[in-house]
């Protein structure tokens, strides 16, 4: 994803310049978090609502194979053309031998975080195939030449006026018009000729059932209906964690989908697609890309539970003060941080860390993943895998001797509170990250235990 | 009862107050309370970084400090949770196992074993109830925003108790302060700005004091406050219900 080997800490240092910015952000997610919650209270049986889909998606990951194969058994039977991938770039490759088939160089593709996690973009670019987004949030980004922020909201980091600069610069839209509506209505104009144009589209995939070999692909703005219906070959690219066992699932899952993500009882469009209408090819690829090495992963199995409603985004208020892009990788939030490490552990070590463990995100999961333990839990792994820096280590080692022995331990706290009174330089500068916008505790004449002894011995 | 007194290492260094009014509160409900003298740390700065194993010999030496009591109690949500989720021994995995289910917070300590009906304790103040991430969410001390079920708060419960006192309520109910262990220093931008949005929220509502069950959410709170020469001020819970002002 990014370029550069920035880190978390680094990234979010600087999306923290603009303060102002930072507020927005946090406002603008957290106004989003509240709709969820009122979304949410309108469901008596919300928690219940998410234990099913907890227990309905364990039952998937541990018959994943099964249902895999009676999937694919039920497309082909429905005259769907079926591929496996085992990475990103069996799957970029994949969709490009579609594309040469068909002699296609220009192409149409709606939302697909899976098609973002595999790089599909810059792959078909380097191959000389002009990809249109077709999620308005997804073709902002698009035309930026940057990565969405946001699973569900790609651009939440860009601000209406600059909307209304980019388009000016790409669309020709007229110069300081940032109106919304209007803005949406010159994007439909672009967009439309894309759609009207271009022969085959690339869609993503929500769930697909088991038992009949549908899938859904769900959105607010109908694009994936419409680049899906009026080209000539469908291609839809799903993660393989995606099955649900039978149709009356989704009675489940799409209630809770949208209420999660967006605080709208269901997303505008639900579409289902089957077989192939005539004259028309559709494909399916079916991506494993590390989810059977997750898979494989007792204690982080249950990441791929996800069913990609951002809901852990909105509530974590880390996200809400780094933004998207602080995550370097194609998911970010609380739930990319969990699964980041799996493709590329050196990479995301530092992702794990970029939380509090305030458990929020657990909270809010529809299908009760237990974030925040495993963020934990990859803290251990990394640790044990030796991607924790040198220093930390170190300073690790000295502090558990310190706090294992109690005569060290007292001395040391002695020690602490006298160099914060006689040399409170000595703490108080630039090399201490605490003292840069916080103070330190005035430092008491004697410890709880030295207390303790003159007064209750 | 006997009650190991378990204090938190950055309590007992930087906050004796909060010790001090955490073992008086104890021995005003006739509690039998003990401070092994040897104790340190839980061990879960080490944990949260990455290094649960090395903390091993901590979690030896708590096991070794608290064994035998009928409860061990903790003036923080946070290291009684880490003790609850992480605490093995080595040693005696036994004692280790009933540390785990009889260790308490505070607050959780005196509703829910104590039943504490009466405070007599008065605090005339406009007061903010900062709710500490690991005791709300991980200790249930209070329902949580982003669960559809009744509201309940055991901070709350007993605070009321307390003559004088007026809660105000905040915008954000329970929103993480950023301290976050080491996460205060490693993400220092993130975890200082959402100490601040957390102070702001008291500031707009009028608070005085912040109050809480959690010093070290209460520390980080403290160091932005003071930074800004703000005049409000930070109180653990148990100084309140100890009846100091």
Redesign the interface.
């Known amino acids: 994803m990014s370029s550069t080997n920035a880190k978390?800490?680094e990234l979010?240092?600087i999306?923290?310049k603009d303060?102002a910015r930072?507020?927005w952000h946090?406002e603008t997610l957290?106004w989003v978090r509240q709709k969820r919650?009122k979304a949410?209270?309108t469901?008596?049986e919300?928690?219940q609502l998410r234990e099913t889909a907890s227990a309905i998606k364990n039952n998937v990951l541990s018959n994943l194979h099964d249902y895999l194969m009676e999937f694919e058994e039920k497309a082909k039977a429905n005259g769907v053309i079926v591929h496996w991938a085992a990475d990103d770039k069996e799957h970029n490759e994949i969709v490009h031998a579609i594309l040469k088939e068909n002699n296609v160089s220009q192409i149409v593709k709606s939302k697909s975080m899976l098609t973002e996690e595999c790089g599909l973009n810059e792959y078909l670019a380097q191959n000389n195939i002009d990809v249109v987004d077709t999620d308005l949030g997804e073709r902002i980004v698009q035309l930026a030449n940057e990565h969405p922020s946001h699973i569900v909201l790609p651009c939440i980091h860009w601000k209406k006026e600059e909307i209304g600069e980019l388009f000016h610069q790409h669309l020709n839209t007229p110069k300081g018009n940032s109106d919304p509506q209007f803005l949406a209505g010159a994007a439909r104009i672009h967009l439309r000729e894309k759609f009207l144009t271009r022969k085959i589209a690339i869609t993503g995939v929500n769930f697909a059932v088991a038992a009949t070999g549908e899938f859904v692909v769900s959105t607010n703005e109908g694009n994936a209906d419409m680049g899906a219906h009026l080209a000539d070959v469908h291609i839809a690219c799903m993660g393989i964690e995606k099955i649900i066992p039978e149709r009356k699932h989704l009675g489940v899952f799409l209630r809770l989908l949208a209420r999660s993500a967006t605080g709208q009882p269901i997303t505008t469009y639900s579409s289902h697609f089957k077989k192939p209408n005539i004259n028309q090819t559709m494909h399916i690829v079916l991506v494993d890309n590390g989810r059977t090495v997750q898979l494989g992963r007792e204690s982080f199995r249950n990441s791929l539970k996800c069913i990609r409603c951002a809901a852990c985004f909105n509530?974590c208020?880390?996200y809400r003060?780094?933004g998207g892009h602080s995550y370097h990788t194609a998911i970010a939030g609380p739930i990319g941080s969990i699964l980041a490490p799996n493709l590329d552990m050196k990479k995301n070590a530092d992702l794990?860390?970029?939380?509090?463990?305030?458990?929020?995100c657990?909270?809010?999961c529809p299908v009760k993943i237990d974030i925040h333990n495993q963020l934990?839990l990859w803290?251990?792994e990394?640790?044990?895998q030796g991607y924790?820096p040198k220093l930390?280590?170190v300073v690790?080692?000295v502090?558990?001797?310190?706090?294992?022995?109690?005569t060290l331990?007292n001395i040391g706290?002695k020690a602490?509170?006298w160099v914060i009174k006689y040399l409170p330089f000595m703490v108080n500068n630039r090399l201490?990250?605490?003292y840069?916008?916080?103070?330190?505790?005035a430092?008491?004449k004697?410890?709880?235990?030295?207390?303790?002894?003159k007064n209750?011995k | 009862m006997n009650v190991g007194l378990f204090?938190p290492?950055y309590?007992?260094?930087?906050?004796?107050?909060v010790?001090?009014a955490t073992?008086e509160l104890l021995e005003k409900f006739n509690c039998k309370v003990g401070?092994p003298?040897?104790?340190?740390?839980c061990?879960q700065?080490?944990?949260?970084?990455?290094?649960?194993?090395?903390?091993q010999?901590?979690n030896?030496?708590f096991t070794e400090n608290f064994a035998g009591y009928d409860y061990v109690v903790c003036p923080s949500g946070s290291c009684a949770l880490h003790i609850k989720d992480h605490l093995h021994s080595t040693k005696d995995e036994a004692a280790a196992t009933t540390i785990r289910k009889t260790v308490y917070e505070l607050a959780e300590f005196l509703v829910d074993v104590l039943k504490v009906e009466n405070i007599e304790a008065s605090f005339p103040y406009r007061v903010g109830v900062h709710q500490s991430?690991?005791g709300q969410?991980?200790m249930h001390t209070s329902q949580?925003?982003?669960?559809?079920?009744a509201p309940f708060s055991k901070n709350d419960f007993l605070l009321q108790k307390v003559k004088g006192i007026e809660l105000m309520k905040l915008d954000?109910l329970?929103?993480?302060c950023?301290?976050?262990?080491t996460?205060?220093?490693?993400?220092?931008?993130?975890?200082?700005?959402?100490?601040?949005?957390r102070v702001a929220d008291h500031e707009k509502n009028n608070v005085q004091v912040i109050t809480g069950g959690d010093m070290s959410c209460l520390?980080?709170l403290?160091?932005?406050l003071?930074?800004k020469k703000s005049k409000i001020q930070v109180k653990h819970i148990s100084e309140i219900l100890n009846g100091e002002s």
């Open positions: 978390h800490p979010s240092a999306f923290n303060e930072v507020d946090d957290w919650d949410a209270w469901v008596p919300w928690e509530t208020p880390v003060r780094s794990p860390f970029a939380s509090t463990l305030c458990g929020s657990s909270n809010v934990y803290r251990q990394i640790t044990k924790s930390k280590t690790m080692k502090m558990a001797v310190t706090l294992s022995k109690p331990f706290g602490a509170r201490n990250p605490w840069k916008q916080r103070d330190l505790p430092p008491p004697q410890s709880f235990t030295e207390w303790y002894k209750r | 204090i290492c309590v007992n260094q930087f906050y004796p107050q010790a001090i073992l401070y003298l040897n104790q340190t740390c061990g700065p080490m944990a949260n970084s990455g290094y649960e194993k090395m903390g010999s901590c030896d030496l991430c690991h969410r991980g949580m925003s982003e669960l559809v079920a954000r329970d929103e993480c950023g301290f976050g262990g996460f205060c220093v490693v993400e220092e931008s993130v975890s200082a700005k959402m100490g601040k949005d520390m980080h403290e160091g932005i003071k930074r």
